[in-house]
């Protein structure tokens, strides 16, 4: 079945620097999502990219989907602390087929 | 205001008890899921459901069941065929199969 990886697992900043987190499908998806989970809290949907080659920015937040369509990344410029969490990749194939998130990169940042 | 809720927050049951973790949305949402996480797991799928009275398994169905007798509604059982039922349990429902998730607070369930 297809399967998401997301790498890395965990990621320590100083306040301040940039992050990037990483997910690569093993097979070709029709769309791909992110989530960020606080500490304690639930799964909260950010964006959708459904293009090749699509990018698309909310704030200091930068989500890239690939031309091939089988990965995407998530780039965090100059962090503050209310960007620490987890924050999940989910893609699908299309189709009938439903999401399959990847295990998530936790986001510790130190002040 | 439109959401979705599971109830309890925190739920505590000895081994060998059957326990029902509640999920209703209000978003008129078709398709509804039920989703196991533990430490450095990720998000597993449990069980899936796309309409009334139909539900399919996910990646980690034994010893769960479920049911969807209405729309608003999809209770998950935890059965004591379950071999680890100590997790976060997470509900979540959308429009459509692989459309935006919307997620409830999620239930602590710890099995002692």
């Known amino acids: 079945g297809q399967q998401v990886m997301q790498i890395p697992q965990y990621q320590h900043v100083q306040e301040g620097e940039d992050f990037t987190t990483y997910c690569n499908s093993s097979?070709?998806?029709?769309?791909i999502q992110w989530y960020k989970q606080r500490p304690g809290g639930h799964p909260v949907f950010l964006i959708q990219?459904?293009?090749?080659?699509e990018v698309k920015k909310q704030k200091r937040l930068t989500f890239q989907f690939g031309e091939a369509k089988k990965n995407s990344s998530l780039h965090i410029t100059a962090t503050q602390t209310t960007d620490v969490g987890t924050y999940f990749c989910?893609?699908?194939?299309?189709?009938?087929?439903?999401?399959?998130f990847g295990k998530g990169t936790h986001l510790i940042i130190q002040p | 205001d439109g959401g979705i809720t599971q109830s309890p927050k925190y739920l505590f049951r000895k081994e060998g008890q059957n326990v029902t973790l509640s999920c209703e949305q209000n978003l008129n949402h078709d398709a509804m899921y039920w989703y196991r996480q533990d430490p450095g797991q990720g998000l597993r799928l449990i069980y899936y459901s796309q309409i009334v009275n139909d539900f399919q398994k996910g990646d980690i169905a034994e010893g769960y069941s479920v049911s969807r007798e209405k729309k608003e509604s999809f209770p998950l059982t935890v059965t004591s065929a379950q071999k680890n039922p100590t997790a976060f349990y997470l509900c979540?429902?959308?429009?459509?199969?692989?459309?935006?998730?919307?997620f409830g607070q999620g239930t602590r369930l710890t099995v002692v």
């Open positions: 989910a893609g699908s194939a299309g189709g009938a087929d439903g999401l399959t």
């Open positions: 990219l459904v293009k090749s080659g």
């Open positions: 097979t070709t998806l029709s769309n």
């Open positions: 979540a429902s959308s429009i459509g199969r692989a459309t935006e998730a919307f």
